[in-house]
């Protein structure tokens, strides 16, 4: 089990960026394909992206594809979420997730067990 700590979001304007980051600490970060999940008031949490152990893999939701983009620097135990040209239908709470089971990247978020509290992110139109 790892905790996961996110930070980086914001205030910003539509056509604007912002850069996520989760930090985990206590487990083996190497181990765990990581995902990003956001919620916006009033909808069901939605899929954004998800990298493999090794970075060498990655996904990205139909809706963030071409402006948003996941890694992972596995000597820091930390993903990241690089968020460019926002709009203001991004607009939710961004949570980092962990899953530590070997079945290969899932959009799915029953597949994670570990959770981040969350970071808002707001674009204004």
């Known amino acids: 089990q790892v905790q996961l700590v996110e930070s980086g979001g914001g205030l910003v304007q539509a056509g604007g960026s912002l850069r996520l980051t989760c930090v985990a600490s206590?487990?083996?970060?190497?181990?765990?394909?990581m995902g990003w999940f956001r919620q916006a008031p009033g909808k069901e949490r939605e899929f954004v992206a998800a990298?493999?152990?090794?970075?060498?893999?990655?996904i990205h939701a139909d809706s963030v594809k071409g402006r948003f983009t996941i890694s992972r620097d596995n000597a820091k135990n930390t993903v990241y979420l690089q968020m460019n040209s926002l709009k203001p239908e991004d607009t939710a709470v961004y949570r980092c997730?962990?899953?530590?089971?070997?079945?290969?990247?899932?959009?799915?978020?029953?597949?994670?067990?570990?959770w981040g509290q969350g970071t808002q992110v707001t674009v204004s139109s």
């Open positions: 997730a962990g899953d530590s089971k070997p079945y290969g990247i899932s959009r799915s978020a029953t597949r994670y067990d570990d």
């Open positions: 206590g487990g083996s970060f190497n181990n765990y394909i």
């Open positions: 990298i493999s152990w090794s970075g060498g893999s990655a």
